[in-house]
């Protein structure tokens, strides 16, 4: 699935294309520029996890569970991943992202994250999104979430926690 925002395509990776991104840093298509992504051991890692939550529910859940990509519309970079740890029962996903530094400061987490809660919550169950600890030093996602018209819900000595309730 494909999602679009001003300066942004956001893409849903599929369980191949995860597979194949999270071993050799490539995609089934070809079309999109992966130089500026950095794949480390914990992004590994928790491909891994997203891969194995997605065998285990319907095909029709698996955007719920999967990264988005984040693609540059004039350049088509993949500058940074997106997405959720699922959707609980009771209505509420966590939400989670990552930018390449290159692209930091920009807006265009801001933009994707806005784009995707447009996404999330036109599906009716699901009723809030969370974002859970938020590191006290990470101003910058902190940002990106307040734009977003999240709220801060509790603190700890290092961390936050958001929530955005959906309306109506």
């Known amino acids: 699935m494909i999602i679009e ?3 942004l395509l956001i893409k849903s990776l599929t369980i191949d294309e995860l597979v194949s991104f999270k071993t050799n840093k490539t995609l089934i298509e070809d079309e999109y520029i992966l130089d500026d992504l950095e794949i480390n051991d914990i992004l590994k890692r928790a491909m891994e996890i997203k891969i194995n939550k997605m065998k285990q529910v319907d095909v029709s859940l698996h955007d719920w569970f ?7 519309k004039i350049s088509l970079k993949v500058i ?11 209505g509420y996903a966590e939400v989670g992202y990552g930018i390449s530094r290159q692209f930091e400061g920009k807006g265009y987490t801001t933009e994707a994250l806005n784009c995707l809660l ?8 699901c009723k809030e999104i969370i974002a859970t600890g938020v590191l006290k030093t ?5 940002k990106v979430l307040e734009k977003n018209g999240f709220q801060r819900i509790k603190e700890d000595e290092s961390s936050i926690n958001f929530v955005k309730k959906k309306h109506g």
């Open 138 to 142: 990470n101003i910058g996602s902190q």
């Open 118 to 125: 447009n996404w999330a919550f036109k599906d009716r169950r």
């Open 80 to 90: 940074g991943l997106i997405g959720f740890k699922g959707l609980e029962e009771d």
């Open 66 to 72: 999967t990264y988005w990509m984040m693609i540059e």
């Open 5 to 7: 925002s001003q300066r």
